[in-house]
């Protein structure tokens, strides 16, 4: 079947600007999570959602970043008044559950770049 | 705070030479443990895990990993590489509190392999 889905694969944006990065997870995967990676650095936690609400948004670095699952399926990351610091992969991963150990298929990543 | 260090930020070996990826974890409780690999434009790739009994485990393209609880390790080893092997591998620990499945990655090492 099909894997995580991850829209648009490349995003540029000024400083400034609003975006959203969406991410379909695999058919039936309760549990979603989104990852940031920077360059040179291993993927760090930002959110994961277990069906339609927010478990744990620990790793969001501040108020500009947002992210919704409304039906329980698709979500999207939002950042707005983005920074160049924000520069960076953006990868979304579902798993089964969220049961540790429950394997997490991730996304090819959204790359976001801010000028 | 738990934490994954991959000592070594870049390896080269040559085609048909024995690998070992070297992951050191920071954690008070027994570790869930795992190794991704990432190929250049790909989403990363669960290669194994480990989550308790036998300590040898093995893993997909026919990789093993060793957790020896004494040095607070999990090295990842092949015995021979092929040229396909050449990605950046991350070695991550998953948190057992609050029953998640978010996971802490180490930096990365990234694997040359030479012909």
């Known amino acids: 079947g099909a894997g995580v889905s991850q829209t648009p694969s490349n995003k540029v944006t000024e400083k400034g600007k609003y975006v959203e990065l969406r991410c379909d997870p695999i058919s039936g995967h309760t549990a979603l999570y989104w990852y940031r990676q920077s360059l040179g650095q291993g993927p760090e936690f930002l959110i994961y959602?277990?069906?339609?609400?927010?478990?744990?948004d620990s790793g969001l670095p501040n108020d500009r970043f947002f992210a919704v699952r409304p039906e329980g399926s698709v979500s999207t990351l939002k950042i707005q008044r983005t920074e160049r610091g924000d520069s960076a992969v953006y990868l979304c991963a579902s798993s089964l559950n969220t049961v540790v150990g429950s394997p997490l298929h991730f996304g090819n990543g959204t790359r976001l770049t801010v000028t | 705070a738990q934490s994954v260090t991959q000592p070594d930020i870049h390896i080269t070996v040559s085609e048909g030479a024995s690998l070992e990826l070297r992951c050191n974890y920071s954690?008070?409780?027994?570790?869930?443990l795992f190794w991704y690999v990432q190929s250049p434009g790909q989403g990363l790739q669960l290669l194994l895990k480990?989550?308790?009994?036998?300590?040898l485990v093995q893993g997909i393209k026919g990789f093993e990993a060793e957790f020896k609880r004494s040095q607070s390790s999990f090295n990842l080893r092949k015995p021979s590489v092929h040229w396909s092997d050449a990605a950046e591998y991350f070695c991550a620990v998953g948190e057992s509190s609050g029953n998640t499945g978010k996971l802490i990655f180490g930096q990365g090492t990234t694997l040359q392999v030479k012909p």
């Open positions: 959602f277990q069906g339609t609400g927010a478990a744990d």
């Open positions: 480990y989550f308790s009994g036998d300590t």
């Open positions: 954690y008070g409780a027994t570790p869930y």
